[in-house]
Structure formats: structure tokens, C-alpha cells
């Protein structure tokens, strides 16, 4: 089984974002793989859309 996204909502994104940077998450634009240093914001929130192959598919745990 693949998933191909998961939402999880987090107390402070920036804190958060920071932790994941920190062990070596990278982030990038939804659509194309360009890497971006914020999470990108889309509809008025923002969205930290990782790297795969820097998040394992584990980033959060």
C-alpha cells in the first residue's frame, strides 16, 4: 500500500517545520519538485510538502 499524502494538523507549524529541518526534512512545491525553505501557502493556510526521499515516509513520528 501507497499513500500518497497525509494531513496531520500541528499546534505551531513553524516549530514543527523547524524539528523536521533539523533532522534533515527538506521541503518543495506541491507540483514540481523545486525545493522551497517554507512551507508553501495554498487556499490561506500553509502546507509543508516534503522531500520523499528526505522523509522516509515516516516525518512526523
Do not use: I, K, N, Y
Not at 534533515?24 to 502546507?47: C, D, I, L, N, S
Amino acid at each position: 500500500m501507497r499513500f500518497d499524502h497525509v494531513g496531520v494538523v500541528v499546534a505551531d507549524l513553524d516549530a514543527t517545520a523547524a524539528r523536521l529541518r533539523g533532522q534533515g526534512v527538506r521541503f518543495q512545491e506541491p507540483v514540481r519538485p523545486v525545493e522551497v525553505a517554507e512551507p508553501v501557502a495554498m487556499r490561506g493556510r500553509r502546507h509543508p510538502w516534503t522531500v520523499p526521499e528526505t522523509s522516509g515516509g515516516s516525518c512526523c513520528s
